[in-house]
């Protein structure tokens, strides 16, 4: 089994739909990130979380450290969110590793 | 510059030749690591560099690979002898955080290809 989990591993919705993408982590963290990777390029930091909740324009981001679980919503979803979102966690045995969730793949149809 | 840029964006090689991949962080930034991407697959971690010194190199498969980071700067990852194996996308990133990965920014990436 993972250390991280995502879900689901692929996602085809129409453009303006809610969009919800779930981490669920097995092992003690320091920090969460959600990260956006568009096909063939460089990967961008959306978020990193220890607890709560964040905002960012259309996206937002959640954690609940007892249910070792974070969610990443879309609202509005516009065809240029299409991308691989991913799931990464900074465990409390390394303060520099990350384990990486296999991604998820977001198709966002005009 | 405002980001980390990685260069060159694409590299073509033939086996058995050595490349540079070249990583500049966003100044100030003390953390930098390289990453390994190939296609349809996640990253894996290469080296840790906490200012001049690898703090962790144990990602790197063989000897044939190297990195430094001579004035805590700049980074270059070095492949001698290359192979066909080798070719992947390599992610540089950086952190201004000493201690627990603060946020990360990473480059566009190189993309080698070794024929």
């Known amino acids: 089994k993972n250390e991280v989990e995502q879900s689901p591993q692929n996602l085809t919705a129409q453009e303006g739909e809610f969009i919800t993408i779930n981490c669920s982590y097995s092992?003690?963290?320091?920090?969460l990130h959600w990260l956006q990777q568009h096909p063939g390029g460089g990967i961008v930091s959306l978020f990193m979380l220890s607890s709560g909740k964040k905002k960012h324009g259309r996206l937002i981001a959640t954690i609940n450290i007892q249910e070792k679980h974070s969610s990443l919503h879309i609202t509005a979803s516009h065809p240029r969110d299409s991308a691989v979102y991913i799931c990464a966690v900074t465990t409390m045995d390394s303060n520099y590793q990350l384990i990486w969730g296999a991604g998820t793949k977001l198709i966002i149809k005009p | 510059g405002a980001g980390v840029s990685q260069t060159p964006s694409n590299k073509v090689t033939e086996k058995g030749k050595y490349v540079e991949l070249r990583c500049d962080p966003i100044s100030g930034h003390t953390a930098l690591y390289w990453y390994r991407q190939s296609l349809g697959q996640g990253p894996e971690f290469l080296i840790y560099f906490q200012g001049t010194g690898a703090a962790d190199d144990s990602g790197l498969p063989n000897d044939r690979f190297f990195a430094v980071r001579p004035e805590g700067s700049v980074s270059t990852l070095k492949i001698q002898r290359t192979e066909r194996g080798d070719s992947a996308v390599y992610l540089c990133?950086?952190?201004?955080?000493?201690?627990?990965?603060?946020?990360?920014?990473f480059g566009e990436g190189s993309r080698l290809t070794v024929l």
């Open positions: 092992v003690g963290i320091s920090a």
């Open positions: 990133a950086s952190s201004s955080r000493q201690e627990n990965t603060g946020e990360l920014f």
